[in-house]
């Protein structure tokens, strides 16, 4: 099983609407959780972290970590056809090094106008 | 947020060769992380590299392979030794700064 897995895609959305984006990890001891935005041949970057159970909104984006389910998700509104890019789910296990993610393999998520 | 510079940002490498990739930082950190990204895989995490000691590598990943150095807290670097088709990938230099993970731009590397 792998640590992090993420649903796999291509995504799809119109402009405007609700793009949701999934991951569930193996690890119970997980206590970090992040997603990063990948633009297509660039590095990732950071758009989001939560490290509590329930829902983190910023801006457009908001994070949702339910521990017992084991399960985060990234929800997008308004979608933009600048939010079209591959979105990376990653852990970090408790006890970890900092820099010691585990990442999915990314959702590739496509906005149309 | 952190600047990260790799060189080189991309390669064309033959088989059986080997290439090191720099990474330079903006300001000292303690650890530097090299990761991998192939072709529809994950990022992985490849070693850890502090400054004054041995880098300390997942499993995997082997010193001989991937030998790292890191002379002093802003620069490290990362040899991809003796290359095979198999290490075409995207290799990434990362830092942690505020509890978060910054990136440089990555090494595209082929290797034919």
């Known amino acids: 099983q792998k640590e992090v897995e993420q649903n796999s895609g291509p995504l799809s959305v119109p402009e405007g609407a609700i793009a949701s984006l999934n991951c569930t990890y193996s690890?119970?001891?997980?206590?970090?959780f992040f997603w990063y935005r990948q633009y297509s041949g660039k590095s990732p970057e950071l758009i989001m972290s939560i490290y509590s159970n329930g829902d983190k909104e910023d801006g457009r984006f908001t994070a949702q970590l339910n521990k017992a389910s084991q399960y985060v998700s990234l929800l997008i509104r308004d979608s933009q056809p600048s939010d079209s890019a591959t979105y990376l789910c990653a852990v970090r296990k408790r006890g970890s090094t900092l820099g010691r993610l585990y990442f999915g393999r990314g959702t590739q998520l496509t906005v149309w106008p | 947020s952190a600047v990260i510079s790799q060189k080189p940002s991309r390669d064309i490498c033959q088989r059986g060769t080997s290439l090191t990739i720099q990474c330079q930082v903006d300001s000292q950190v303690t650890m530097m992380f090299w990761y991998r990204q192939q072709p529809g895989q994950s990022l992985t995490l490849i070693a850890t590299a502090n400054q004054g000691s041995e880098a300390t590598y997942e499993s995997g990943f082997v010193i001989d392979k991937f030998p790292i150095s890191r002379p002093n807290l802003t620069f490290s670097t990362l040899t991809v030794s003796n290359m095979s088709p198999e290490d075409s990938s995207i290799y990434l230099c990362?830092?942690?700064?505020?509890?978060?993970?910054?990136f440089g731009e990555g090494s595209r590397l082929t290797v034919l």
């Open positions: 690890d119970r001891v997980s206590q970090s």
């Open positions: 990362s830092v942690e700064r505020t509890g978060e993970l910054f």
